[in-house]
């Protein structure tokens, strides 16, 4: 029993020794970890450019000139935060380039750029290469592109929308060089797919900008859906037939002399549906080639439906002599 005691008590010292050296030494390579980043290196890194405040009107076309390679001598704790965030120079167009032609200079000689918050006394710049970067640009175009929608929308039965879809903005600028915009003729939204629709729709909707056009900025990445959704039913009227570009020396007779036509409004207006809203014809120009029938058609009809058409397929001719 002594001796089982004794062996616990030497093992929990020992325990304890070991314990304390872990934490010196954990304690010895955090220190050393802080030395070291105390200290100044010189290291060369790559910065990537950010351009700002270019001219609407100018889009830049080269993307080779992305980076800027800088020797730098700082303390371990700033390449530290370099390591975790990839630093950035940002080049102001309205400031720190000069134009020459059909390109943007910049040189290492502006100094402005260096007197930013990216470098702080602490940071000692060393070497800058290269100590000219050339951004080629061209003259943007301008155009309004209409906006299409993609839509896979299904209503509940016995509903519908009278006014349709209606996208806000219909259309968007884009900007970019005329040889390429001039080929985008339409801007796409990406597919909206909405089953058993009763209630009205008013929804945002992303474009589906094409991705391989990096120099062609739009002025939109989404627009607003919206439609007004209503209770439908379908209605009957009967329409007097009217016959047109008959010959001044013939005769004729048809029947019937009215067509039962069918349309298809919202609840709210079906009572503002009146006959004398429509109007059908039969062409004689358009005889069929037996000269025995005409095909009535729709030439007028009221603002108040959605859709209509004719019953009677066909109206059967007799030439009097």
């Known amino acids: 029993m002594i001796n089982t005691l004794r062996a616990k008590f ?36 790559a910065f990537k450019i950010k351009r700002v405040n270019v001219p609407e009107e100018r889009v830049v076309l080269n993307t080779s000139d992305s980076t800027l390679n800088m020797t730098l001598s700082t303390h371990g704790f700033k390449w530290l935060s370099y390591y975790f965030n990839r630093p950035e120079i940002i ?13 943007y200079i910049w040189t290492r000689n ?5 007197n930013t918050s990216t470098f702080t006394n602490q940071v000692k710049i060393i070497a800058v290469y290269p100590d000219t970067l050339f951004f080629t ?16 929308i299904s209503f509940s039965p016995g509903y519908d929308s009278f006014s349709g879809f209606l996208i806000s903005p219909d259309s968007i600028k884009v900007v970019g060089p005329e040889h390429v915009i001039d080929t985008i003729n339409a801007i796409e939204t990406e597919m909206v797919s909405l089953k058993d629709v009763k209630s009205n729709i008013d929804i945002t909707v992303k474009l589906d900008l094409p991705k391989s056009l990096k120099e062609v900025r739009y002025t939109n990445s989404d627009v607003n859906l919206n439609a007004e959704v ?27 002399k009215e067509v039962t036509i069918s ?3 919202s609840l709210n207006q079906f009572n503002l549906v009146k006959p004398n809203d429509f109007r059908v014809i039969c062409d004689y120009s358009k005889l069929n080639s037996e000269g025995s029938f005409f095909i009535p058609e729709i030439v007028k009809t009221s603002e108040h439906v959605k859709s209509v058409k004719i019953n009677n397929q066909r109206v059967e001719i007799i030439i009097l002599e």
């Open 263 to 265: 349309f298809y409004t």
């Open 91 to 103: 080049i102001d167009f309205s400031k720190d380039v000069i134009e020459s032609g059909s390109k």
């Open 10 to 45: 030497l093992g929990a010292i020992q325990n304890k020794k070991i314990n304390i050296f872990l934490l010196f030494l954990i304690l010895s390579f955090i220190i050393l970890i802080f030395t070291k980043l105390s200290k100044t290196y010189a290291n060369t890194i």
């Open 110 to 114: 502006n100094a402005r750029l260096f």
């Open 230 to 256: 209503e209770r439908f039913t379908e209605g009957n009227l009967k329409i007097p037939i009217t016959v047109i570009n008959t010959p001044d020396d013939l005769k004729l007779n048809y029947f019937p």
């Open 137 to 152: 640009f061209d003259v943007n175009s301008i155009r309004k592109i209409p906006v299409e929608l993609r839509q896979n």
